[in-house]
């Protein structure tokens, strides 16, 4: 346990010596991601906005969805669906993140376990912008912000590290076995109806509750709600709190452990 935590100390010093070449490396693949095509990086705000407007039309206008706990439908859809996107697509994005820059790996003494970081960043950038469109959403609704909208912050680093673990154990995995990029997409897309960013917990009977609270992003977006529509903080729940963490952090150590063993051969295999 001590060499692993001496290991994660290295790591974490590592990166920051190496923060420029990283950062270098997250504007490229932000840019390089949508080069060639006429709005260049605006379709990595365009896309999202769309998904949110068709399901607001179909859930809004469509089924006439009512407010909920007297906030508008629209304030209460985004406060899930702005923190799935940047989970879902910091996820797959660093799924394949050895893979992309797979010439670091072969040629250049580089610490390999950060490439996920990268992409991460990259999917950062976009969700920062829609952290700002739901402060702006909210106030054109009249909730303006409040001491409880720092905590955004909060989840924000719960979500980065989530990711990084997970991404930790996927991307190590998609070297050898080329179908964890397409598993990973089937897991996301069925994570995506089995959170409650449609629906609400209370909907699900209550003997359910407990599996729904086991997915970390069960936490996530009924954190971005707490912040900015109930206003709690995190440590009011503090049962949800030591359950998300415990996981997180399992997640966490599980997957540098899985990555630093296999790191060793990626080279062989690429």
């Known amino acids: 346990m001590v060499s692993y935590f001496k290991e994660f100390i290295y790591f974490v010093l590592d990166i920051y010596k190496s923060k420029k070449i990283i950062l270098e490396l997250t504007k490229q693949d932000f840019r390089s991601r949508y080069l060639g095509s006429y709005l260049g990086i605006l379709w990595a705000f365009i896309q999202p ?4 407007l068709i399901f607001w039309f179909v859930f809004q206008v469509g089924f006439k969805s009512r407010p909920v706990d007297d906030y508008p439908f629209i304030l209460w859809l985004i406060c899930g669906m702005i923190p799935w996107f940047f989970f879902s697509e910091g996820l797959q994005s660093a799924t394949n993140s050895v893979m992309d820059y797979s010439y670091l790996v072969k040629k250049v003494v580089f610490r390999v376990s950060s490439l996920p970081i990268i992409k991460i960043l990259s999917a950062l950038f976009v969700h920062l912008f829609f952290i700002a469109f739901m402060f702006f959403m909210f106030s054109i609704y009249g909730y303006k912000p409040t001491i409880y909208s720092l905590q ?12 990084l673990g997970l991404s930790w154990i996927t991307s190590s995995l998609v070297v050898f076995l080329k179908d964890v990029g397409q598993i990973v997409a089937m897991i996301l897309q069925f994570g995506f109806w089995l959170t409650p960013i449609f629906w609400s917990l209370q909907m699900m009977p209550e003997k359910y509750h407990f599996i729904i609270k086991l997915n970390p992003m069960y936490y996530i977006v009924n954190g971005y709600r707490n912040t900015f529509i109930y206003q709690k903080w995190f440590w009011e729940d503090l049962r949800l709190t030591i359950l998300f963490w415990s996981i997180n952090l399992l997640l966490f150590v599980f997957g540098a452990i899985v990555f630093r063993k ?3 051969h990626f080279a062989d295999v690429l």
């Open 152 to 163: 955004v912050i909060y989840y924000l680093v719960a979500t980065i590290i989530l990711v």
């Open 49 to 52: 906005t769309i998904t949110i």
């Open 262 to 264: 296999l790191r060793p």
